[in-house]
């Protein structure tokens, strides 16, 4: 489970800071310091166990070895997710998580998801080590809103969009119906559809229950953040708070 990160501007001893965040146990980051491979500010730190205050300009006031600190904790990241690559951290076959850097695996808090997409489902993820900020992101309260790019067996039926929207769909095995959403056919066998809720394969068994089948599924915003054209597949990239604002809404990312 996600823990709360450490609240940005929170003093951590740095050994244990970098241990956390995968760079070795305690031990060897006291050695890294005594070898002077660990500056701060462009200096040696005057010990292991010296307090560095955690902010996400800590990258780049921090070298090892020459190169800027990982992302400290309290990061949020996008995710260009391909086909073919499962949203756990247990299962076996291509995770999520072997796109990111290998150190990163071992990083306390770890960074999870934001929600989960399906393995043959492609586009924009969200992962952070940050649990209230993934609770804010996930909560059916907020109803931040998930654009997906649909591709469909058949030809669309033309009563797709006012069923959707009805708030009244009820699929197979779920017990209250789901949240209105919105279809925007882009050909006859292509559609964006918005949705506000996360149920479980939710597109594909909403068009299940209209008589047709998904054959690619894509998603490509949430909340207003764009999946970026230039953000390669399999590729990763920082949230910025501005980003964090446009998935969240602006006055709540402060
Ligand atoms: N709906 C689905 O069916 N699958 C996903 O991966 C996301 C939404």
């Given at each position: 489970m996600t823990e709360p990160s450490p609240e940005p501007g929170r003093l951590l001893r740095l050994d244990r800071l970098l241990a956390n965040m995968g760079y070795g146990?305690?031990?060897?980051?006291q050695q890294l310091v005594r070898a002077g491979r660990i500056l701060l500010d462009g200096a040696r730190p005057a010990a292991a166990d010296q307090r560095v205050a955690v902010t996400p300009g800590l990258s780049s006031r921090m070298t090892i070895d020459g190169r800027p600190l990982d992302p400290p904790p309290g990061?949020?990241?996008m995710l260009n997710k391909p086909l073919g690559v499962t949203c756990s951290h247990k299962e076996s076959g291509p995770l999520v998580y072997g796109l990111l850097?290998?150190?990163?695996?071992?990083?306390d808090p770890m960074i999870s998801t934001v929600g989960r997409l399906d393995k043959e489902t492609s586009g924009l993820l969200l992962l952070t080590d940050d649990g209230e900020l993934l609770h804010r992101i996930i909560s059916p309260r907020r109803q931040i809103a998930k654009r997906y790019r649909v591709s469909l067996e058949r030809a669309l039926g033309g009563d797709e969009a006012e069923v959707f929207a009805s708030g009244t769909l009820m699929l197979?095995?779920?017990?209250?119906?789901?949240?209105?959403?919105?279809?925007e056919p882009i050909g006859e066998?292509?559609?964006?559809?918005?949705?506000?809720?996360?149920?479980?394969h939710q597109v594909r068994r909403m068009f299940a229950a209209t008589g047709n089948h998904v054959t690619a599924l894509h998603r490509d915003r949430i909340g207003s953040l764009d999946?970026?054209?230039?953000l390669e597949t399999g590729r990763y990239r920082v949230l910025t708070a501005?980003?964090?604002g446009a998935v969240i809404g602006t006055a709540d990312s402060a």
């Open positions: 146990s305690r031990r060897e980051i990061v949020a990241l850097p290998p150190r990163w695996r071992g990083r197979e095995s779920d017990d209250k119906p789901l949240s209105p959403a919105v279809l066998r292509e559609a964006y559809l918005t949705v506000t809720e996360g149920r479980y999946l970026p054209p230039d501005a980003d964090i």
